[in-house]
């Protein structure tokens, strides 16, 4: 089974950015379909972004829509969050997953997980 290693959280200031990066364990990485996930302290685990196993689809959350952007690099196994004009609001504990079972997803049905990286955005 597939297991994910999110990397590249730290602390900016608001207007940063910063790229996380999952790395994938396994060779058939190119079929799943990859999501970022965030949980604040005192709030559910909510979606960002999601993109197809080609990376040619992508969504978005509202609350990062221009500002975020997935992208994926089935040679290296591995998805990224691209996030820019950072906000203390975007301060969470961000999670990528992979799903085997749907090509895109938007809710959270996928079948593995991360560890989570902690994104701190100070004012």
């Known amino acids: 089974q597939v297991q994910l290693v999110e990397s590249g959280g730290g602390l900016v200031q608001a207007g940063g950015s910063l790229r996380l990066s999952c790395a994938a364990s396994g060779r058939t990485f190119r079929s799943y379909a990859m999501g970022w996930f965030r949980q604040a302290p005192g709030k559910e685990r909510e979606f960002v972004a999601a993109i197809n196993w080609s990376g040619g689809t992508t969504y978005y959350a509202d609350s990062v829509k221009g500002r975020f952007t997935t992208s994926r690099d089935n040679a290296k196994n591995t998805v990224y969050l691209q996030m820019n004009s950072l906000k203390p609001e975007d301060t969470a504990v961000y999670y990528c997953?992979?799903?085997?079972?749907?090509?895109?997803?938007?809710?959270?049905?996928?079948?593995?997980w991360g560890q989570g990286t902690q994104v701190t955005v100070s004012s």
């Open positions: 997953a992979a799903s085997y079972q749907f090509s895109i997803l938007t809710t959270s049905e996928y079948d593995r």
